[in-house]
């Protein structure tokens, strides 16, 4: 595992202060916590922490001679290069130019492991993400949940955390039965029965297509049992070719799951039941006009946990979507036992989010142990003409569309260029064009250029694997790759902390910006200086190494030729 260069800066300067005060240079207080953080402008060196700031109050003196003090007891490391203080009383570190080019062969010397950090020390989270209603193909915006999802996943197994990707099926309620009942029409009607279609039904062609495909497989079976029972039957059967197809989309997406965990379950097993009972003897639940009320003191109204069966007659579709989560929280966190549990929902569901923590509250389990991660949607476009969807009406993109047509590492790469929490505008055109304009290409091109690099060295008589001088790799360009290949650790840990997992996506392009720079600066294979060869392509290798991590994070290929 990798130590964080940003985390030993804070020991040191924990440390400085610790021996400073020793000294009478500072005077006695609480050690705060030391935020190190990487400066925005380059000539302020490689990390700053502002902490003499917060400390001035506390030692009555000005930030500047806080900084100035510590620095003066700052304790002595092969990486520090440079101490100064900035500004108001930031401590400004920068990197030693020796120790730098070292680490090039730590780097190579941790192959596969390079990157990974102990962040999490083992703790089990489970990720809960796509989850899309199993009544029909996955969509662009399904998508997106997939792709926030399985890199947050990969982030944080590399950081340390025991990892459990799960598939929440909603196999309960009323979307069931509207499920099977548009399948019964659409089935008779490829039989040659007359049978209406009901009003809220699924409308796209994908329950047509089904539709035959049943008839063909078994006949008029369906005509002739009761009608409420085909109609559950077709349902059922229509739900897992719905998951079957989307575990082949999510697969060739590169996304696998762990659990499939069906909805259905929480009801058939009991626990919802204990967990009503549970709740109403702590007081938390309600009955008025025929309804279950959640009631909490986190919410500023009531929340209805089933509904009235003047309303809804069918018992199995009473519960609301309140009544499964609070049921899926106590088997995530005590059944199942994990440390933490991640939902990854779309922004339309913000208003369930307290309602959930509540939920877990109520139910005496740490609301901070639920965490919710709401994504805004996308909009598809083709140039600048947009693609329209929606679902209910048959007109979508699916994601076997989306993949046919430009391919699994466009969509994972593209989909993770902004925030969670932004718009993100895909365009399809963009997504396949072999130029600098679209990132994925351009970053997948820096891989492939440095394979090829290695190819041409090794058909000049180097060998690319022999270790070099790295000391010789002093140059401007060949320091700023370095500096920016040892980011990845702490890429790693913003991902998996922040819940960012865009980061990754940034840091390729940034990665692959300084690679192109040093290409350009440094001629790598010269017969007439075979030391300072053998340390670039040492570099070289590293590099490689480096920016095959961090698109393997993100779950996007990186070719050897393009």
């Not at 549970?278 to 946990?305: C, M, Q």
């Not at 519960?319 to 899926?328: G, K």
Request: glycine residues 6%; proline residues 5%.
């Amino acid at each position: 595992m990798t130590q964080l260069v940003r985390d030993q800066i804070a020991s040191l300067i924990q440390e400085g202060i610790t021996r400073a005060q020793e000294a009478g240079q500072l005077p006695p207080f609480q050690m705060p916590t030391v935020a190190v953080e990487r400066p925005r402008q380059e000539e302020h060196g490689d990390y700053g922490s502002p902490v003499c700031l917060q400390l001035a109050g506390d030692a009555k003196m000005a930030p500047r001679a806080i900084a100035t003090r510590i620095a003066d007891h700052l304790p002595d490391a092969p990486f520090i290069g440079q101490v100064e203080i900035a500004g108001p009383g930031y401590i400004n570190i920068t990197l030693d130019s020796a120790w730098l080019a070292a680490q090039v062969d730590t780097i190579l010397a941790l192959g596969q492991r390079w990157g990974n950090i102990d962040l999490g020390q083992g703790q089990r989270v489970q990720v809960e993400f796509v989850s899309a209603n199993p009544t029909g193909p996955i969509t662009v915006g399904s998508t997106r949940n997939a792709v926030i999802g399985d890199t947050l996943s990969s982030a944080l197994e590399a950081a340390g955390f025991e990892v459990e990707r799960e598939y929440y099926v909603n196999d309960a309620g009323s979307q069931v039965r509207k499920f099977g009942e548009s399948l019964y029409a659409r089935y008779a009607s490829a039989l040659g029965q007359d049978e209406p279609f009901p009003e809220d039904g699924y409308h796209g062609d994908y329950v047509v297509e089904m539709s035959r495909e049943i008839a063909d497989q078994h006949g008029d079976r369906y005509l002739h049992i009761d009608r409420q029972e085909a109609i559950r039957a077709l349902g059922e059967l229509g739900i897992e070719r719905v998951l079957e197809q989307a575990r082949e989309d999510l697969a060739a997406l590169r996304v696998v799951f762990d659990t499939w965990f069906h909805e259905r379950t929480l009801y058939e097993s009991g626990l919802f039941d204990r967990m009503l009972e549970k709740l109403r003897n702590d007081g938390y639940i309600t009955e008025r006009d025929g309804a279950v009320w959640f009631t909490s003191p986190d919410l500023e109204d009531d929340a209805v946990v089933v509904r009235s069966a003047e309303i809804i007659p069918n018992p199995d579709e009473r519960p609301t979507y309140l009544a499964s989560d609070v049921a899926y929280a106590w088997n995530k966190l005590v059944d199942r036992d994990f440390d933490r549990a991640i939902y990854v929902w779309g922004a339309d569901h913000h208003g369930d989010v307290p309602r959930v923590k509540a939920a877990a509250s109520a139910l005496g389990l740490d609301p901070d142990r639920v965490e919710i991660i709401l994504y805004q949607m996308v909009n598809l476009k083709r140039g600048d003409e947009p693609v329209r969807m929606s679902k209910r009406a048959g007109e979508f993109v699916t994601l076997r569309e989306l993949i046919d047509e430009v391919g699994p590492d466009p969509i994972r790469f593209l989909l993770l260029t902004r925030t969670v929490d932004a718009t993100i505008d895909f365009d399809l055109d963009l997504a396949v064009e072999e130029s600098e304009k679209n990132p994925v290409y351009y970053v997948q091109y820096a891989h492939a250029r440095i394979c090829s690099m290695l190819r041409y060295a090794e058909e000049q008589g180097w060998d690319p694997g022999q270790p070099g001088d790295v000391s010789l790799l002093t140059h401007e360009s060949e320091q700023a790759l370095i500096r920016k290949m040892l980011e990845l650790p702490e890429v790693v840990a913003h991902a998996a902390e922040q819940r960012a997992p865009h980061r990754f996506t940034f840091y390729t392009k940034e990665l692959a910006s300084d690679f192109h720079a040093f290409y350009r600066d440094c001629r790598v294979v010269a017969a007439e200086a075979p030391e300072r060869t053998r340390a670039r392509l040492t570099l070289v290798r590293a590099a490689q190494l480096t920016l095959a991590q961090a698109l393997h994070l993100l779950g996007v290929s990186a070719p050897e030729r393009m």
